[in-house]
């Protein structure tokens, strides 16, 4: 195989195969900080195609970016859900209203007159 940048066909094919590999794996750890930062399916693909093109700095830089997403147990499903959103990413559940505790001030004509304000 003449090719005469490197020594034989043996060590293009070494670069090739570390280049690729290198690809592969940035791709992989850029996916998985974007996945475990919680960014959307689309922010996810678009920075591990930018992780396959710069290389692993990618992963570092979606971490240093982007906050730490909270979790917090699913009282349905008992798997970890982000608190910031309104429904359980696993089972769609909703958040659960605190017990009453018998202390809980509701001004009732207050609500009435903002029904009456929202429904005009
Ligand atoms: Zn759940």
Redesign the pocket.
């Known amino acids: 195989m003449p090719w005469n940048g490197l020594g034989n066909g043996y060590e293009f094919m070494a670069l090739a195969l570390a280049i690729a590999i290198q690809i592969v794996l940035s791709f992989a750890v850029a996916y998985a900080a974007a996945r475990h930062r919680g960014l959307s399916k689309r922010s996810r693909i678009g920075w591990s195609i930018a992780g396959a093109l710069l290389g692993f700095g990618c992963g570092l830089a979606i971490l240093a970016i982007y906050p730490r997403c909270i979790r917090a147990k699913?009282?349905?499903?008992?798997?970890l859900?982000r608190v910031e959103l309104a429904t359980?990413?696993?089972?769609?559940?909703g958040w659960e209203s605190p017990p009453n505790e018998g202390i809980e001030i509701v001004d009732v004509n207050t609500t009435n007159s903002q029904l009456k304000c929202t429904s005009a």
């Open positions: 699913c009282a349905r499903c008992q798997k859900r359980c990413d696993h089972c769609g559940n």
